[in-house]
Structure formats: structure tokens, C-alpha cells
């Protein structure tokens, strides 16, 4: 026996570090209602938009809002939950934008790079999305380096979605 690590073991990866709300479904629910609603979409979307997607395997249909940074023309949402595997750069998706329903072209964001990247801005648009993703910012104001690394290591996704 050495003292050598192992090489080609794979490391645990890092535990979920998004909040899950206990009552996200009924609170989707309502987002979801306020969102659809004309004049409250115009106050309420200017940081939420609702994603709209097919399960891949179960064929099942998810409407998520998720929250959004516009960014070189598009925008940038991410999540470390399951339903992002359904996205898929090429295939248009389904959203509603400050009360309208459009398709959008999805660019999926898988490198740590560009992950790490996107939640960076989507983090200094939107301080939510910082403390709902466990991001926290330095003395100067920037998102911790570390915590967008630890976002990724723990699975988040990011998506560049441009509206049609």
C-alpha cells in the first residue's frame, strides 16, 4: 500500500448550493399567474422570465420561471436544477417575456468558463439570484470567484436564450 491519492477517482461533487424552497411549487404557481397578467408582467418580468419545457425522456411539460440578466443581446438565465438538461443549444424554446409568449433560440453554456462567467453577470444584475445561488461579493462589490466556482462544481447550468 502507498501513500500515493488515487489517480482516476472521481471527486464527490459539491452539494447543491441553490435554495429549493419548500413551497416553490405553489410559489411558481403564482409567479407563473403573475406573469402572464398584462400591466403586473411589465414590473414583475423585468427579472423573470417563464422557461417552457419538454422533458426529454417523460415527455412532461415544465413552465419555470427563472430569473434573467439581459446580456450582448440576449439573456443569460442559469440553474442547478434538473429541468436545465432539457435545454439544448439549437433547439428553440418556448418563453413569455413582459407578458409575451415567443420562441427563443437556446445557446447552451457548459464549460466552467462560461458558466462561471454567466452567473458572474447574472449575480452583479441581480443580487436574488446572488443569495438564492450562494454567491456571495467581495469588498469591491464582485461576485466571490470561489462561490461561482462551487455554483458550477455543484452542477449549475447557464443559457444564452435570444428572443425571436
Not at 489517480?7 to 419548500?22: F, I, K, N, V
Not at 420561471?65 to 429541468?83: D, K, N, Q, S
Not at 433560440?105 to 441581480?126: F, W
Amino acid at each position: 500500500m502507498t501513500d500515493q491519492p488515487l489517480t482516476g477517482s472521481p471527486q464527490p461533487r459539491p452539494r447543491a448550493r441553490a435554495r429549493a424552497l419548500a413551497v416553490r411549487g405553489l410559489v411558481n404557481r403564482i409567479i407563473r399567474g403573475l406573469l402572464r397578467t398584462p400591466l403586473v408582467s411589465r414590473l414583475v418580468g423585468s427579472r423573470l422570465v417563464t422557461v417552457y419545457v419538454v422533458g426529454r425522456k417523460s415527455g412532461r411539460r415544465y413552465a419555470v420561471p427563472v430569473a434573467y440578466a439581459r446580456h450582448e443581446g440576449g439573456l443569460l438565465i442559469g440553474t442547478p436544477f434538473g429541468w436545465g438538461r432539457n435545454l439544448r443549444t439549437g433547439d428553440p424554446v418556448a418563453i413569455r417575456l413582459k407578458g409575451r409568449r415567443r420562441l427563443a433560440d437556446v445557446q447552451v453554456l457548459k464549460h466552467e468558463h462560461e458558466v462561471v462567467d454567466a452567473y458572474a453577470v447574472m449575480a452583479r444584475d441581480n443580487h436574488n439570484f446572488a443569495k438564492f445561488n450562494s454567491i456571495g461579493f467581495d469588498r469591491a462589490g464582485a461576485p466571490v470567484l470561489a462561490d461561482l466556482r462551487l455554483a458550477w462544481a455543484a452542477g449549475a447550468r447557464a443559457f444564452r436564450l435570444t428572443p425571436r
